[in-house]
């Protein structure tokens, strides 16, 4: 019996050391070079050898609000069946599509392949994170509706784990985290069973017949030895990773470094290959805002072509003019992958020049139809648009055939900004990078995962 591994060997050096050099970096977060690494590899942790467990988790944060980012934290060794258990909670998700955010130093290759083509059949992310669940041990088999915190600081994706990383339809890395591959390994178990009978037999001319055979004792022993994968092995996963779109150095790397010690890849690296598409730009992956938490994040290069935030934008002229002037109602709607809402901004301006209008004291709502859910905007500071937070699944019911139809509030402000203003419909749809924002929060119910 056999089984691929690619994982780290040993924990020789205090995980924690790595740890507190990342930390002393933290604050530089904000406006990281992505060219450099900011501290020594990593060891695997202590708890690395125990199975991934995968909880799906909502952000603990204030900031975001009654509908905060979500993600689906993985940790933990990938081992047999590892793949049909991320199977079972992808499952559960419906329409969403939530993010990956993943901290293994790797183990089963056929998992971990399975595991990279479930998330790219189903579009989802993957990030390199450490997931902090309160009050939820990492011994606890299941945590419930579980809250918690994620950050990229010290978080590593080593061996087998690079495999999973690779399906994500996007693949972010912060240059605080770590990325490791090196040679498979085929782990070898052989089972010997040794069985002592009791025989009865009488002998005829000569010969032994056995009259009865009865099991005495029976003695089994196990021995498990690792050796170098064999090339259909590399073959495959060289094939996969084309089929993933992650090019060289990754596989040359894996081929080249001993299975003793790991790679840890750096940025530029991680960028020439395309294992990284997105990097985190702070020490948590996660924006808490109202109406447009989620993953945060900017273009690795050129050639990545999205980031973390979804933006729509569109506009429809007004019944009433400004100052004597055509005026328009620009809106434009935000998501920021991972998020439970979308940010709808408001602003009225002089469609010639382009001139703002002052909502001050205005009311403003948006009606969702069909179905009529009406939200409230925020009131809007000086000079400042306003803001409506949507849930994302009253949001994606505008996707075939309905409308956004902003509505102005009768208050004695409100009349004296737009006296008798009739309500302005707006076709999210069909504003410029609509099709792109939902595609991304509102994915159709399609592809099998396996």
Known sequence: MSSLTLCRPDARRAFGRALRVVAALAPLAGGIDAGARAAPAP???????????FVRVESGGSACGAACPEWISAEGKIVRGTADALDRVVA?????????????AGGSVR?????????RAKRLAVAVAHTEIA????????????RGSAQSWGAYCASACSLVLAGGVERYVSPLSFVGVHQLTELVTKTQVKRSYAVRYFV????KLELSRRLVRERRSVATTKRAADRSVDDGVGRYLAEMGVLDPVMKLTLATPASDVHWLTAEELAASRLATIWVDGVSPIVEEAGAGGLRGQPIDARSGAASLFLAKGAAPLERPIEGRPAELEASFAYR?????VLATLLER???GGKPVDLRGSGMSVILYPGGAEFRAQEPG???????????RSFCRLRDGGRAVVSFIETSAATAAHPGEPPVAIDPVAAAGGKSLFDEACPRNATASR
């Open 43 to 53: 060891e695997a942790s202590p708890s690395s050898l125990a199975p991934m467990r």
């Open 92 to 104: 559960t998700l419906g329409d969403r599509r939530l993010p990956i955010f993943i901290n293994s």
């Open 111 to 119: 998992d971990a392949m399975a595991m990279g083509r479930l998330i």
């Open 135 to 146: 009050p939820c041990p990492a011994s606890a088999g299941k945590c419930g509706e579980a």
């Open 204 to 207: 005829l001319a000569g010969l």
């Open 337 to 341: 992958r991972g998020g439970a809402q």
């Open 350 to 352: 002089d469609a010639a």
């Open 382 to 392: 000086a000079g400042q648009p306003a803001r409506v937070a949507i849930p994302v």
